[in-house]
């Protein structure tokens, strides 16, 4: 059974950090391409960053250097690094797992995020 856990969400004043984790069970990680989206309410799910299998990274418009997304392939977990955020950071950000060689795609339960003072 394919388990991803999204942690790390909270509140974080503007212009602070944070740090977003995954952690995925029950497929092969290493192969996975991995990406966080977002989500705010009464809007459609947005991508904010994806990574590939291999490293390769793509990331928003919107993330204007701000954000940064990696993987530690030894402990199966993909990271959103999140700096300088801003009140436009508030929504729930979710982790989208799609394994290599398989149709299927997973989702985790999110994780929010509230950028305010």
């Known amino acids: 059974q394919v388990q991803v856990v999204e942690s790390g969400g909270g509140l974080v004043q503007p212009g602070g950090s944070l740090t977003l984790s995954c952690v995925v069970s029950g497929l092969i990680f290493s192969t996975s391409a991995m990406a966080w989206y977002r989500q705010t309410p009464g809007k459609q799910r947005e991508l904010v960053a994806g990574i590939t299998n291999g490293g390769t990274t793509n990331y928003a418009d919107f993330v204007q250097g701000r954000i940064t997304i990696s993987r530690d392939n030894a402990k199966d977990t993909a990271y959103l690094q999140m700096n300088n955020l801003k009140g436009g950071g508030t929504a729930m950000y979710y982790c989208?797992?799609?394994?290599?060689?398989?149709?299927?795609?997973?989702w985790g339960l999110g994780a929010q995020v509230t950028v305010s003072s």
């Open positions: 989208h797992v799609k394994p290599r060689f398989s149709p299927n795609e997973y």
